[in-house]
């Protein structure tokens, strides 16, 4: 990986992480790359290439993540959940959760 590459990597992997930029119901591929100062081919190209999905996906995953942290740790599965992970509406919560673990949040 190159170290510029990388170096989009990493701020990548820090807006996400430690920023938790994906709970911005508005989170873009032009936000993103404006976050991590790089232009959306760029930052797609690193995503696809190092993160191994396109970035609707990466971003569903994280979202997905906290979801099932939140529905453990304080047993509720409503879209209130969803929304604080950032999803838009009660339908793409259900449908990204359940297409990302295989089940609803209920269960």
């Known amino acids: 990986m190159s170290a510029n590459k990388e170096g989009i990597h990493t701020r990548i992997l820090l807006c996400l992480e430690r920023d938790r930029?994906?709970?911005?119901?508005?989170?873009?591929?032009e936000k993103m790359s404006r976050l991590v100062?790089?232009?959306t081919s760029y930052l797609s190209n690193v995503v696809n290439k190092e993160f191994g999905c396109r970035f609707k996906e990466l971003i569903n995953r994280y979202r997905?993540?906290?979801?099932?942290r939140e529905i453990i740790r304080q047993d509720d599965a409503?879209?209130?959940?969803?929304?604080?992970?950032?999803?838009?509406?009660r339908a793409n919560?259900?449908?990204?959760?359940?297409?990302?673990?295989?089940?609803t949040?209920?269960?």
């Not at 997905?64 to 099932?68: G, H, R, V």
């Not at 919560?93 to 089940?103: A, D, H, I």
């Open 21 to 29: 930029c994906y709970t911005d119901k508005e989170m873009s591929m």
């Open 37 to 39: 100062g790089t232009n």
């Open 64 to 68: 997905t993540e906290m979801a099932q």
């Open 78 to 89: 409503t879209y209130a959940t969803g929304e604080k992970c950032g999803f838009t509406s």
């Open 93 to 103: 919560f259900y449908e990204v959760f359940r297409r990302m673990t295989g089940l």
């Open 105 to 107: 949040p209920y269960q």
